[in-house]
């Protein structure tokens, strides 16, 4: 089995702060890492490769420093790693993204899984996943939160809102995963360390001569962004301290009552 | 503050180990010192990551660390629980014995053992002796091709865990010291028994057992060097161990500070933080200078080792003062966080009752001084 | 470019259930359409689906494009994608609204891809630029650190999906009249490469729906047990509430995994959310920070979470929920 598995560094948003003066994020000091829904895809790839004796590929598109988010994937055990890097693919929206991966993933070959994880914690679009599926010409199965393999189908197990449904699929296909769907593994020291001493196999623009131009970067995005700002902030309401449960309970509802909300 | 000449590489290796520690040690630290229970299954786990035979040499299939880098990974363990740091540590010390003094085919075997994972103890220590290495009563008497082994271990770091033991024992009776050998025995060798565990006042999480020889046969090939070689070699491999065997004191004194200044925040009697008094301040600045000074001659040590010289005397200085720094910064920090500092609520108190077997073991600092001394006065 | 016309919006129906996210669309749709001056057109791709179309006309189409085949009982990729992408061909809307339930993420990106087109997805806020004509899609990013306003001016339709709650339900008027045009779209076996071959219940539950929820009472690691949650759940059923729950607890497999709220759960926005012995880790509020109204209850006066609660209770949950569940009992009977 062939499998590729697509992964984006970003910064962890959870460590993120705004600048209360400028009031803009504070990027400088946020840790860079492997994108979570990312790491349960390639932890799903992982163990198809443990159970059938899979190739992994692991493919990011970003600046140099991406480089450092293969190398973890390797570390967890993927085989070959793929960075797709230039200054004609930057400023590009999910479209002209899905674009240049999917130009990228031609070049490498035919896989028979191509995964991703749900979304992006920093675009948070989910987009590429299903873009990437129709430039590619492939079915796709979001919100997977189970695999089984039947020779050449696969048995998914999507999650909904309120239930999971059983699909089946033929391979190819793009996945997407979700949390639930394993325990990402730990990368291993060692490997890390001989992934560190590896150059990363690069691809520019050069490299895939079937993209044009204008469907790159800033050019091939036909959605723009007219501006960003910090979304104002919750603040902290009332707080009810004293008195008995009951008290306390009371003294909730009134002041619910007062301000209308009705439960 | 951390080591500021750390390399990228070893901010990545002790990036990893210590989010996997955070995740896989930290939580299970409360219940396993309740019980006293050094635990297999983080063990194996670590395994996963690639950590086995940490100190193995490249030339034998090791990762090949240098010292320097082993001291940085090693406080990474203490910072989480030094009893575990003390088995994880001592579970290649088959492997120094084997390198002190053993030939190829046992430092082949012996690491390939460890890289898989598999535990070694070293048995020095006897209930009537443990500085006194030369008052050994264990004996090894030569019958043909093998020797039977009877005698008595106590205080065995990893008794318990082991798969395999280095057995120091008395060969001849008449040559004190030099009648000494070390040998290679089988956990599982008929005669072979694992007494009580000890029920120690810190590192509980480590493993500490009597380990009992009763007519153990063991054949000659476990022998490692010639007769009489057993004090040299392990000597020799105390004295290569010795330099950062304390280095897991280092990163639990760092978080001893790092819990205290936190407290020093958040603590306000008397209307504001205790961190605005000066008498704290020095206290803490007293702590974070025999911290950074303790680090400092750890990796100098390392260092020093690293490129082969004459360790003897730096390896018991470093042994020396950061124990007994080690000890000064937590106990420090008890204080500064008063009653909290004394309940077992809070990490401190495991902390000093931790800190304080270093003084004792790898060798008393009443015997490194006597070491460094005597290095230092010469012959006289 | 030709022109494009009009504003559409994607109806989901699910195993015969019509999403309440594509009833809040239309009205935001409607006031959207009469900005530009032009048509609200609901589009319902489905197997008898025909008798949604007039609930579309109440809540404010003018038009409703049916297709109702039975290829798309369920949904698939393929099948709902070539529809709408056809329908799209033929008919050129410059707006289409899609609800950002798990099936419309899915289908969006599909659909805007094939399409050459933008998309913007769980958009916030949705406003008709006057001058331009276009719609400005406003959307969190960063884990809801940072808004963007975006833009797409040069292709069509301009798509965006939006949360469930997210915007109001519009009343609907009976009365109402519009077209129903029942539209027919070629679709091949072999074409639909999905096969939903079974339906699972989520673990022991029935009827889990935090996305459309009016109210939310969440557990987290104050619960301490699969057992607590009982004290809970009465709460919730004397509210009509849902259940949610924190990534504690369901990583202590005290609640199952279609319950957590937050960063890799669920996003919700009820008009009242509830939070028991939740802490407030970042991690949790990017999930319901857009609730109408928070009230926490926790014993730990510092905990995060009444940074941004809007009525905070600190105390024993224990005691404070079934003191809530009883009193609001006494008043809803009394």
Redesign the interface.
Known sequence: MKILVCVKQVPDTTEIRIDPETNTLIRSGVPSIVNPFDKNALEAALQLKDQYGAEVTVLSMGPAQAADALRECYAMGADHMVLVSDRAFGGADTLATSYTLAAAIRSLGEFDIIFCGKQAIDGDTAQVGPELAEHLGIAQVTYVAGIERKEDYLILKKEQEDCYEKIQVRMPVLLTAVKSLNEPRYPNVMKKMKANRMEVLTLTAKDLPELIPEKLGLKGSPTKVKKTFVPSVRKAGVMILGGDASGKVSELLDKLTEAKITL | MEWQLMTD?QK??TG??R??LEKELAPIVPECEEKSEFPMEVFK?IG????WGLDIPEEYGG?GFDLQTLSLIREEFGRVDCGFAVSFGAATVGFKQVLAGGNEQQKQAMAKRLLNGEISAMCITEPQSGSDVAGTKTKAVRSGDEYIINGTKTFITNGGLANVYIVVAVTNPDLGSRGLSCFIVERDAPGVSVGKEENKMGIRLSNTTDVVFQNVHVPVENRIGEEGDGFKIVMKALEKSRPICIAPLIGMAQRAIEIAAEYCRVRTPYGKPIGKLQGIQFKIADMEIQLQTARAIMMYAAKVADEGKPISCLGSISKTYVSEAAFTIIDEALQILGGYGYSKEYPIEKMLRDVRVYRIFEGTNEVQRQIIGKTVIGKC | MRESKNVWVLIEVVRGKLKNVSLELLGQGRKMADALGEKLVAVIPGCEVQEFAQVAISCGADQVLVVDQVELKDYSTDGYAKVVCTLIEKYGPSVLLIGATNNGRDLGPRISCRMKTGLTADCTELAVDEETRLVRWTRPAFGGNLMATILCPDTRPQIGTVRPGVFKRPLADLEREGEIILEHVELGEEEIRTRILEVLAGEGDQGVNLEEAEIIVAGGRGVGSKENFHILRELADVLGAQVGASRAAVDSEWIPALHQVGQTGKTVGPRIYIACGISGAIQHLAGMSSSDVIIAINQDPEAPIFQVADYGIVGDLFEIVPELTKKIREKKAG
Do not use: H, R, V
Request: charged share 30%; glycine share 8%.
């Open positions: 590489e990545d290796i990893m180990i989010n996997f786990k996963e990551i690639g950590l990762p």
